[in-house]
């Protein structure tokens, strides 16, 4: 029972260019998102979070948007380095809940 | 100065052996957790304590049992290892419960053989 899911298991993109991933979720209750990024041989580290009582948040090169409509949220990387390449987790929560459901990551390749 | 460390980083073993991996957080958090990511990728939480109590204990089998000595490490001692076993294990904190972002390990590459 996948609560949060990203379809996309790789990206290919050019370095300048805008990285746009995509991430899908069932729970109507999740009010609470966050997207992590893991290199190799690391953990996630936190990258940027939103609540559905915004459907924007912004923090340099880093933009998240959320559709609570069509349960939708995606992350947007402008403009896109070499060093964002690694794997990209969308996770979901709620503010009452004490776990946050996870995707299972898009791999994003930055091409110099 | 790492913040969550866990060790061993990687562990090969052979079936029907004893195993621990170990945690340790200096962020002062009061939750801790262990998260499987198996072959397909998908990261599913598995055991969460607050302040040394278990607050979420996840369909895992019961060779999977957790020990919080205190509330800056949380062990994982796995028995009987099964192939299936096989899989990264992170660890994690965070400040409160899992409404606060997560600090997670480098991961365990666990190996069953």
């Known amino acids: 029972d996948q609560q949060v899911k990203q379809n996309s298991p790789s990206l290919s993109v050019q370095e300048g260019r805008i990285s746009i991933l995509n991430c899908d979720y069932t729970n109507s209750m999740f009010d609470y998102f966050l997207w992590y990024k893991k290199y190799p041989a690391e953990g996630p580290t936190f990258l940027i979070s939103i609540s559905s009582i915004k459907d924007k948040n912004e923090d340099g090169r880093f933009t998240v948007f959320l559709n609570k409509s069509a349960k939708h949220l995606s992350l947007h990387i402008v403009p896109s380095q070499p060093g964002d390449s690694a794997v990209y987790f969308c996770?979901?929560?709620?503010?009452?809940?004490?776990?946050?459901?996870f995707g299972t990551g898009t791999s994003l390749t930055v091409i110099p | 100065d790492t913040a969550v460390s866990q060790t061993p980083k990687y562990l090969v073993t052979q079936m029907g052996n004893d195993k621990s991996i170990k945690c340790e957080q200096n962020?002062?958090?009061?939750?801790m957790y262990w998260y499987k990511q198996d072959s397909k990728k998908f990261l599913k939480i598995m055991f969460s304590y607050n302040n040394k109590e278990l607050i979420i204990n996840e369909t895992v089998p019961n060779r999977f049992s957790p020990k919080s000595p205190d509330k800056a490490h949380l062990n994982l001692h796995i028995n009987s290892l099964e192939l299936g076993d096989s899989a990264v294990y992170f660890c994690?904190?965070?400040?409160?419960?899992?409404?606060?972002?997560?600090?997670f390990g480098s991961g365990t590459q666990l190996s069953v053989l």
């Open positions: 996770a979901a929560s709620t503010y009452t809940g004490n776990q946050f459901y």
């Open positions: 962020l002062g958090h009061d939750t």
């Open positions: 994690a904190s965070s400040q409160r419960t899992a409404s606060e972002k997560l600090f």
